[in-house]
Each structure stands twice: as structure tokens, then as C-alpha cells.
């Protein structure tokens, strides 16, 4: 199973940017996908979680700025970006998981790509 993120880079102030993550070896439509992101000395903190039917929530900081989406024929999550600001620096990484009832979550990290906004 793989998770592999793309899309990450040097962006300025206020720009837009588009995030990917491309699941293999996985159901991926069954699996609720979330964006993750660490800053430098920070914790690593949720952004944005997408169900298997679409349904979709923000961390605080990011609504009206971040969108989630997902493209389950083609096993792809995003992660639109727009209006980013300096402290949206950070590691991004995709997460997949699958709640199995009693036998606990199946999930899955990627590796992350590195955001970085700076003039």
C-alpha cells in the first residue's frame, strides 16, 4: 500500500496551490482521506478529512481558504490551496483510513511534501 503525495513547493503570500495524493494497493473509495500538516517545532495537526461519500470538514484556520476533494476512480485526493499565508509552511501529508469496527482502523500515511510560502 502506498500513499504518495505531489504538488508541494515554494508559493508567495496570498497564491495557490494544488496538493495530490495518489493511494495504490488499496480499496481507496472505501477509505475516509485527511490532509495533515508539521511545521517546523510544531505538532502535526489535522486540515482537512474527506468521507467516502464526499462529506467534508476544515480545521478553523483553513476554511474559505483550503478545499478537499477526491477523485475515487482515479484512487486521488487534493488538497486546493488558495489564499496561503506564511504560516501555512509546513510538511503536508495525505492519511487514509478505514474504521474496521472491532478489529480497530486500518490507515495509511504518505511520505508528505513540502509547502512553503515565502516572499
Known amino acids: 500500500v502506498q500513499l504518495v503525495e505531489s504538488g508541494g513547493g515554494l508559493v508567495q503570500p496570498g497564491g495557490s496551490l494544488r496538493l495530490s495524493c495518489v493511494g495504490s494497493?488499496?480499496?481507496?473509495?472505501?477509505?475516509?482521506v485527511s490532509w495533515h500538516r508539521q511545521g517546523a517545532g510544531k505538532e502535526r495537526e489535522l486540515v482537512a478529512t474527506?468521507?467516502?461519500?464526499?462529506?467534508?470538514n476544515y480545521v478553523d484556520s483553513v476554511k474559505g481558504r483550503f478545499t478537499i476533494s477526491r477523485v475515487n476512480a482515479k484512487n486521488t485526493a487534493y488538497l486546493e490551496m488558495t489564499s496561503v499565508e506564511p504560516n501555512d509552511t509546513a510538511v503536508y501529508y495525505c492519511?487514509?483510513?478505514?474504521?474496521?469496527?472491532?478489529?480497530?482502523?486500518?490507515?495509511?500515511w504518505g511520505r508528505g511534501t513540502q509547502v512553503t510560502v515565502s516572499s
Open positions: 474527506i468521507s467516502s461519500g464526499g462529506d467534508s
Open positions: 492519511h487514509a483510513a478505514e474504521p474496521m469496527g472491532r478489529f480497530g482502523t486500518l490507515e495509511y
Open positions: 494497493g488499496l480499496a481507496f473509495g472505501r477509505y475516509v
